[in-house]
């Protein structure tokens, strides 16, 4: 018996603990901006875009908290201060409470480029996004971006990202996706002057192709560093997904996978070449470390991608990625 009661109250405290770790967030910070689906509060807006478009041209910090609801716009962010925006959620921790979305159906060749196609545009320095789901619901057929990234000093902490083709693009700037969701096939994570680290997010495939393809201009230090990151089929997959997903492909980059759990079965290469005729694999470097996992199982990775070392592999990490001075713009409570 008095193992029993050891027993509730090693679950009581447990119970509690989760409930300090796992804070909500259900009403706006002392003076962020709000944004309400059908609101007719004064000083309140009806969209994000609103919101956004309200705040000063100038240097000083903003903030918007937006209130549980699905909204349909594309949202386009160029200020020039520090903007944090916050969504409505049970717990900051996950994406999996995160109650906002923001979703846009347009496709690159309608919009005009890729960028132009992206729900979220961000092209400012100095911006955070939590607890936010962000979808392109274009679907199969064409680049269709959820985040168009442009800015330094980028954080998105526990947001939600779908797509099918070009979900997120990691186009400019240093940037960390941490305890995230992302979605997509077909090059789902790609760009081509980003500085990205992604760590502890859930990678899910909906369809045959690449999580990554990363894409330089010449051989200089940009590159996307994963670390403890989840690789799983995504529950709306389509057909013969299994088997058929690679890590990457070589728009001419560097990616660098560590310490990563891949349960959906990859195909044995691992890593892709870009297509016959145009490999793109001369000035690649491409790596998986520590990869575990039930889908790693049976692969002989490509030729072309190197193997590292513990000790070599050390040396890639969010400071490689995204700078030395990371600590003073990271949040550190989700730090990977």
């Not at 969504?87 to 132009?116: F, H, L, R």
């Not at 349960?263 to 000035?283: C, F, K, M, R, Y």
């Not at 039930?294 to 040396?315: C, D, V, W």
């Amino acid at each position: 018996m008095a193992g029993f009661s050891s027993s509730l109250a090693y679950l009581f405290f447990i119970s509690l603990f989760g409930l300090v770790i796992a804070a909500s967030r259900t009403v706006p910070p002392p003076d962020a901006i709000v944004v309400r689906l059908g609101t007719t509060t004064y000083g309140e807006f009806n969209t994000v875009s609103d919101a956004v478009n309200s705040l000063p041209q100038d240097n000083s910090a903003s903030s918007i908290f937006i209130y549980p609801g699905e909204y349909n716009e594309q949202v386009y962010i160029n200020r020039t201060g520090p903007l944090t925006i916050y969504g409505y959620t049970n717990d900051t921790t996950t994406y999996t409470s995160n109650q906002v979305t923001i979703q846009a159906c347009i496709s690159a060749p309608m919009a005009g480029s890729n960028d132009a196609s992206g729900t979220l545009r961000v092209h400012k320095n100095d911006f955070k996004l939590y607890n936010v789901n962000v979808k392109n619901t274009f679907g199969v057929g064409a680049q269709a971006i959820a985040v168009s990234q442009y800015g330094s000093r980028v954080g998105f902490y526990a947001c939600g990202f779908y797509g099918h083709q070009d979900t997120v693009y990691a186009q400019q700037g240093t940037q960390v996706y941490l305890e995230g969701y992302i979605e997509g096939a077909t090059d789902f994570i790609f760009g081509q002057f980003g500085q990205a680290y992604f760590g502890g997010n859930t990678l899910a495939v909906n369809g045959p192709g690449w999580v990554t393809a990363s894409g330089r201009q010449s051989d200089d230090n940009g590159s996307f560093v994963f670390n403890e990151n989840t690789i799983v089929l995504a529950p709306s997959a389509l057909d013969r997904t299994a088997g058929n997903v690679y890590l990457g492909r070589p728009w001419r980059g560097t990616v660098i996978f560590k310490n990563t759990v891949v349960t959906v079965p990859l195909n044995p290469a691992v890593w892709s070449i870009w297509h016959t005729g145009q490999e793109n694999t001369d000035h690649v470097f491409m790596v998986d470390y520590n990869t575990t996992g039930s889908g790693i199982n049976g692969t002989s990775p490509a030729t072309f991608a190197t193997a590292l070392n513990e000790i070599q592999a050390a040396s890639y990490s969010i400071s490689s990625a995204v700078g030395s001075d990371y600590a003073s713009w990271v949040d550190p409570s989700y730090f990977v």
